[in-house]
C-alpha cells in the first residue's frame, strides 16, 4: 500500500488515490508521490485538439484516449462564447446589476499585476480576487444559459450535504417545464434537477479539486450531476477526472475555453 509522504496527510493528498489508481493500489513501497508519477508516466495520453467542446460519457477507463463524442450544443456554446471574449463579459455584466460593482471592483484588480511596482501582498491579493472572479463568471453565465432553456434556477447557493461535509452546489436548476430539456449531455425530465459543479482554472488547481474538494462537492448533488470545467483539465494526470467522476456517477463536460481565453477577456473589458 502507499506510504504517506511526510508533508502530505491522507486526508488532503491521498485519501481518494487508492479508489481513483486501482492498478498500482497493491504496489509496495511507493510515496503517493511516486504512485501519481508512475500513474502520470505509464497512462500518457496524447490530447486530440478537435477545436469543439467534448461531452465525456464515463463509461470507459481509458478516458481521453477514447473517442469522445463531440456535441457543439447551443447552451455550451453560449457559454464559451461569454467567458471568451470581453463583450461577452460585458454583456454579462449589464445583466446582472446586482453583481456589477463587484465584478467592476474584481477586474480592476488587473491593473495591480501590470503594476510593476505592486507589492508582493497587493499581487497575491489581486490573483485571489480575479481567480474568485473568473468563478463567479463561469456560475453566472451557466445559470443564465440554463435559465434561457426553460429551467427554473436557484439564485442563492444552500447549503447540501456531502460524504465529507456540507457544500455548496454552484448550479441547481430544476426543469418545471412539462417537456424533456436536453442539456449539457443529461435528458432532464420533466421535475428533475440537473446539479453542477463549476470549474475554472490551470491544470495545477484543477488536479488539487479533483483530489481534494470535488468528490466531497459531486457527492452531495441531487439529481443529475455535471461537472463543467476550462479545457485546462485535459493536462491533469490521465484518468483522475474519469474516475472522479464514474465514482458520483457525474458527466464531465469540458469547455472548448481555457482559464488563459478568459484572463485575456477580462483584461480587455476594461478597454471596451
Given at each position: 500500500m502507499f506510504e504517506v509522504d511526510s508533508a502530505n496527510s491522507v486526508g488532503e493528498v491521498c485519501k481518494n488515490e487508492l479508489r481513483l489508481y486501482p492498478e498500482i493500489e497493491s504496489m509496495e513501497g511507493l510515496t503517493s508521490t511516486e504512485a501519481k508519477r508512475y500513474w502520470d508516466n505509464h497512462f500518457l495520453f496524447e490530447k486530440q485538439d478537435t477545436g469543439v467542446s467534448q461531452i465525456i460519457e464515463s463509461s470507459d477507463r481509458e478516458f481521453f484516449e477514447q473517442k469522445v463524442e463531440a456535441n457543439q450544443e447551443e447552451t455550451i456554446s453560449e457559454i464559451e462564447n461569454e467567458l471568451k471574449s470581453a463583450t461577452g463579459i460585458k454583456d454579462l455584466?449589464?445583466?446582472?446589476?446586482?453583481?456589477?460593482?463587484?465584478?467592476?471592483?474584481?477586474?480592476?484588480?488587473?491593473?495591480?499585476?501590470?503594476?510593476?511596482?505592486?507589492?508582493?501582498?497587493?499581487?497575491?491579493?489581486?490573483?485571489?480576487?480575479?481567480?474568485?472572479?473568473?468563478?463567479?463568471?463561469?456560475?453566472?453565465?451557466?445559470?443564465?444559459?440554463?435559465?434561457?432553456?426553460?429551467?427554473?434556477?436557484?439564485?442563492?447557493?444552500?447549503?447540501?450535504?456531502?460524504?465529507?461535509?456540507?457544500?455548496?452546489?454552484?448550479?441547481?436548476?430544476?426543469?418545471?417545464?412539462?417537456?424533456?430539456?436536453?442539456?449539457?449531455?443529461?435528458?432532464?425530465?420533466?421535475?428533475?434537477?440537473?446539479?453542477?459543479?463549476?470549474?475554472?482554472?490551470?491544470?495545477?488547481?484543477?488536479?488539487?479539486?479533483?483530489?481534494?474538494h470535488i468528490p466531497n462537492q459531486l457527492s452531495g448533488h441531487e439529481g443529475k450531476k455535471v461537472l463543467l470545467t476550462t479545457s485546462d483539465i485535459y493536462d491533469t494526470p490521465t484518468g483522475l477526472a474519469k474516475n472522479v467522476c464514474d465514482l458520483y456517477n457525474a458527466k464531465l463536460v469540458v469547455l472548448d475555453v481555457s482559464v488563459a481565453d478568459i484572463e485575456q477577456a477580462i483584461?480587455?473589458?476594461?478597454?471596451i
Open positions: 455584466i449589464t445583466r446582472h446589476p446586482e453583481k456589477a460593482e463587484l465584478w467592476k471592483s474584481q477586474i480592476e484588480a488587473v491593473e495591480v499585476l501590470n503594476n510593476p511596482e505592486a507589492s508582493p501582498f497587493e499581487i497575491r491579493s489581486s490573483q485571489a480576487r480575479l481567480g474568485i472572479l473568473k468563478g463567479q463568471l463561469l456560475e453566472a453565465v451557466a445559470k443564465d444559459a440554463l435559465a434561457d432553456i426553460g429551467f427554473d434556477v436557484e439564485t442563492k447557493q444552500r447549503v447540501v450535504e456531502g460524504e465529507s461535509g456540507g457544500t455548496r452546489p454552484d448550479v441547481i436548476a430544476k426543469n418545471n417545464t412539462s417537456q424533456t430539456i436536453e442539456v449539457l449531455g443529461n435528458k432532464i425530465e420533466s421535475g428533475e434537477v440537473l446539479s453542477i459543479e463549476c470549474k475554472c482554472g490551470g491544470t495545477t488547481y484543477l488536479t488539487s479539486q479533483l483530489y481534494n483584461k480587455e473589458v476594461k478597454d
